[in-house]
């Protein structure tokens, strides 16, 4: 799996979240074993729930000439199987006690984790101490894992931002390892051999060279006795090489231009600061969130806001050793990477001159001490940035960083701006479009999304901020057939995973008099409070010839009222360390946000604001009609993108609201909306009536009821209240586009037909575990064991319906070599047909079960999970008894039901087929291709 860049808020978010404990601080023990293993535990008994962690001290900047990669590689290799559990057994056991489990790799560390039912803790301690001295290097394995690799290679390829990071750091470092991409280069990735692969491991996986990092529902002494007992004996291993390495004294500017198929010019620039242990770092991350710290920062309102940028980012590398503090930013269509330079100097000049404002520097402050307060809502955050803090600049950082960020001056940031913000150690990357990423070939973005029940917990180990640069690399584990092992510890066999033990009040549901419902948990565990909800208004509602209304009228909520013009209102909820948001979707506008608790108020009255009195100003519609027009054209660079929109189109009629449109189509809409327009569709849609809010957090019902009226009682109800209504379709039969995207190394292949399954159909449950066993997962599900795990293809692969008030379709997709391409069609629809005639195992059925009720009560384990949850069950008309009735719905599903749902739901005959990639041509292989398919 691969770590993406760090994002502003989330990078200091790493150095305030674990700021709660470190050396001698009272919520965070270190214990340290003879074998030199440490041990970091933290109480957190808000829901039953652990993080299970274990960090390596190896990266990256561990490796040397000829085996980059050595690390991501391992990670992939750990994996499959170890001394006492076969290869997919620790998946599956994680699995089917309704857990998550992953890994990442970054240039200082590796780290493995799993997040379960806190029940299960000496289960994830167990398979962790197996495969720290007992993993299995089979060569086969390490073959067939070298294909997964090469993937997830190509599909770094595809991505321009990827390929600019990467030529950045490779331009600055000239001689330190940080100059390599995490996933390496190809070649050495390709020339590496068992014996190497395992050397590395056997140099660097050892209890001397590891931190286990376990946050959640635990008593400290039992949690510290499980390691012990399961890590204790093994032996340390030899003290690995130091990385002694200094990069050279940058001594003037550097320049690389990258120029491939494309539509957006983009520039990353990178100066050279010193590691993450040094002092001026509290300058730099305050300076990072000056500059990029929302929409009121300075990099936003100087490009994004003057028509010059669809994104501008600042970024501060805080690592074990120096490294860079970066600037970057997109072009809007027509804008050329010289502009971008400039404006992003004149913002860096500016810096150095003058300090901040004593308004931007306290705002910046309040958005990390929230970010920190947010971070103790989720023990996973939690467990993870500990164990970075505690491999990379030492627990006594944790303590400190909030009292010196608070000492932190504003004249501090400049000074720290002067010195590490100068060309001497400055290098600059430019990426310029060769000529058009894609034919219009009906092809260029994804359909808009729907509800879905499902949690889809992500593979990234922090969240990513645009454009998704990749400075790490990693893998999702995978699985095929078992080798000879000790037999594993049996599942319960119970029909679902155990109900976790609720601590939560139960929620309140009230509708107010104008029509909004309002639910409210109370959960006092955090001083924070997380809002999720919707309005009626969607993309369903769309005039003819007006498409993108409803996303366009969302988005210009953001953008000033009739009190407050956009900066303004930005900088209002920034300068709690708030967020608010509105997006369309297809059914509805989707509400959310979080804030203090102590700020519920002040932020309930700008989101009521925002609601009841857009301005819809028009030069602000223009701003917006500049970047929505901006980004449609890069959307043109993404095959994912290409193909996902192609897909829809073809499975739709142009009448449909699944019907998405061609870029071009979508471009004459964005072009006629206008001021009127969404004034109308306000009034008429976006009202109280229809509308849901769910509240969660540190806040009492009849506290949060007399808010919500004060704020929203006297909104007066919209013209029209009426629900999406959605015709279903049936499939056309077999289709198939080929969409040929020029410089690209990977094809993606999207696939589907239109289902006739809903949210509110009686064999909603059955299908989706049904789905799961299928394509659900790529840790454990038949495709995932078969096209990635046994014969290399993919890495990346996956299914679904998209069941909602309409009956979306089911699709599927994948990435892999143009080569393989037309064999991994082949293998998808083999198991589709083998899933509809033959229906899954009792087994199957079981785990499915298991991993599906578990992975929904983790979702319970957070105040922002809780709320969409509640939303989800409002919006289905499912009952706030939903909380407790899911896992007997699911639960009570049997191998015939899900049978049947096979038989009734996967259609391949009819399916259509649409490739995207960079061949000349490709044809359809399957065996009921249309009769025009072979061409492109």
């Not at 000439?65 to 994996?79: D, K, P, Q, R, Y």
């Not at 599909?155 to 390496?184: C, K, M, R």
């Not at 990423?437 to 092809?443: D, K, L, T, V």
């Not at 072009?671 to 540190?698: C, N, Q, W, Y």
């Amino acid at each position: 799996m691969r770590l993406r860049r760090l994002p502003i808020i989330a990078c200091l978010l790493l150095m305030a979240a674990a700021a709660a404990g470190g050396a001698g601080a009272p919520d965070i023990r270190e214990t340290k074993l003879p074998n030199g293993l440490t041990i970091l535990t933290k109480e957190v008994r808000v829901a039953p729930v652990v993080s299970v962690n274990i960090f390596y001290g190896v990266g990256s900047r561990n490796e040397r000439t000829g085996i980059t990669g050595a690390s991501h590689l391992l990670e992939h290799m750990m994996f499959k199987g170890s001394k006492n559990y076969p290869k997919g057994q620790l998946e599956e056991l994680i699995r089917e006690r309704g857990g998550v489990s992953n890994a990442a790799t970054w240039t200082d560390f590796t780290y493995y984790w799993e997040l379960l039912q806190s029940d299960y803790l000496e289960l994830a301690l167990k398979l962790e101490a197996d495969r720290m001295r007992g993993a299995l290097f089979d060569p086969k394995d390490l073959a067939s894992e070298m294909t997964v690799v090469r993937s997830e290679l190509e599909g770094n390829e595809n991505s321009p931002d990827t390929l600019l990071w990467n030529l950045v750091n490779a331009t600055a470092f000239t001689a330190h390892p940080y100059q390599w991409p995490v996933i390496g280069w190809r070649p050495d990735v390709e020339g590496m051999t068992r014996d190497d692969i395992y050397g590395y491991y056997q140099s660097h996986y050892g209890p001397n060279n590891a931190t286990v990092v376990i946050v959640g529902d635990i008593d400290t002494a039992q949690a510290v006795a499980l390691v012990r007992k399961h890590f204790g004996a093994i032996k340390p291993i030899p003290q690995p090489r130091k990385v002694h390495t200094q990069e050279p004294l940058q001594r003037g500017l550097r320049r690389a231009h990258l120029t491939l198929a494309g539509s957006s010019d983009r520039v990353l620039m990178g100066w050279k600061i010193p590691s993450g242990s040094h002092p001026d770092n509290y300058a730099l991350d305050l300076l990072e969130q000056v500059l990029s710290g929302g929409r009121s920062s300075r990099l936003y309102q100087a490009l994004v806001e003057t028509g010059l940028a669809t994104d501008a980012y600042a970024y501060s590398a805080s690592k074990t050793d120096p490294s860079l503090f970066y600037m970057g930013a997109t072009a809007q269509e027509g804008r050329s990477h010289e502009e971008l330079e400039k404006a992003l100097l004149a913002e860096a000049a500016k810096i150095r001159a003058e300090p901040p404002s004593e308004e931007e520097l306290a705002r910046a402050k309040r958005q990390i001490e929230a970010s920190f307060v947010f971070s103790n809502d989720d023990v996973r955050s939690q467990a993870q940035l500990i164990g970075h803090f505690a491999h990379t600049v030492g627990l006594k950082k944790l303590a400190e960083y909030i009292p010196s960020i608070q000492k932190t001056t504003a004249e501090h940031v400049r000074k720290a701006a002067v010195r590490y913000l100068v060309d001497e150690t400055r290098t600059v990357g430019m990426f310029t479009p060769s000529g058009p990423s894609a034919a219009a070939a009906g092809g260029g973005g994804p359909a808009e999304s729907v509800q879905v029940e499902r949690e889809r917990w992500s593979t990234e180990g922090w969240p990513h901020y645009r454009p998704a640069t990749a400075n790490a690399a990693g893998a999702v584990g995978s699985a095929a057939k078992p080798t000879p092992a000790k037999p594993a510890p049996k599942a319960k066999t119970a029909a679902t995973a155990p109900a976790p033990r609720q601590r939560l009040m139960k929620p309140v549901r009230t509708v107010l008099g104008n029509g909004i419902t309002l639910i409210v948990l109370s959960n006092p565990a955090n001083p924070s409070i997380s809002i999720g909800g919707s309005l009626r208004a969607g993309s369903w509602a769309d005039a003819p010839g007006k498409q993108g209304t409803a996303s366009f009228a969302a988005a210009m909520l953001k953008r000033g009222t009739t009190t407050l013009n956009s900066l303004a209102s930005a900088t209002a909820v920034e300068e709690m360390g708030a967020s608010v948001s509105f997006s369309a979707g297809l059914e509805n506008t989707g509400i959310g946000g979080r804030c203090l608790s102590r700020d519920f108020e002040k932020w309930l009255a700008l989101f009521a604001d925002a609601l009841k009195d857009p301005a819809f100003a028009p030069e602000e519609l223009e701003k917006l009609r500049r970047q929505e027009l901006s980004s449609l054209a890069q959307e043109r660079e993404s095959p994912e993108n290409l193909a996902e929109r192609a897909l829809m189109n073809r499975l739709y009629p142009a009448a449909h609201p699944y019907h998405p449109g061609t870029i071009e189509e979508n471009e004459k809409s964005y072009r006629a909306i206008g001021a009127s327009d969404l004034e109308a569709f306000h009034s008429k849609r976006m009202g109280p009536r229809g509308m849901i809010l769910t509240v969660v957090g540190d806040i009492e019902p009849a506290r949060c009821r007399e808010l919500v009226e004060k704020a929203l009682g006297g909104w007066r109800a919209q013209s029209d209240t009426s629900r999406a209504a959605i015709a279903q379709v049936k499939a056309a039969g077999p289709g198939f586009e080929y969409i040929r995207v020029p410089d690209k190394t990977e094809t993606t292949v999207a696939y589907g037909w239109p289902s006739a399954l809903k949210r509110s159909s009686p064999d909603y449950y059955a299908a989706a575990v049904m789905n799961d066993i299928l394509g659900g997962s790529v840790l454990s599900s038949r495709l995932g064991k078969k096209i990635r795990a046994q014969l290399g293809l993919v890495y990346d692969v996956s299914t679904g319906f998209r069941a909602s008030l309409g009956a979306g379709p089911w699709t599927a997709a994948l990435g892999t070599n143009p080569k393989s391409a037309a064999r991994a069609v082949q293998e998808l629809e083999k198991e589709i047909e083998r899933m509809k005639t033959a229906g899954p195992t009792a087994e199957e059925v079981r785990q499915a079960r298991q991993y599906i009720t578990g992975v929904l009560s983790l979702r319970l384990a957070t105040n922002a999970g809780i709320a969409s949850f509640l939303h989800s069950a409002e919006f289905h008309g499912l009952g706030l008894d939903y909380l407790n009735q899911f896992r007997t719905l699911y639960g009570k599903v049997t191998q015939a039901e899900v049978r049947e749902a096979a038989k009734a739901h996967l259609h391949p005959e009819g399916a259509t087929l649409v490739v995207a990639g960079p061949d000349e041509r490709f044809s359809d292989v399957r065996s009921n291709a249309p009769k025009d398919s072979k061409q492109p």
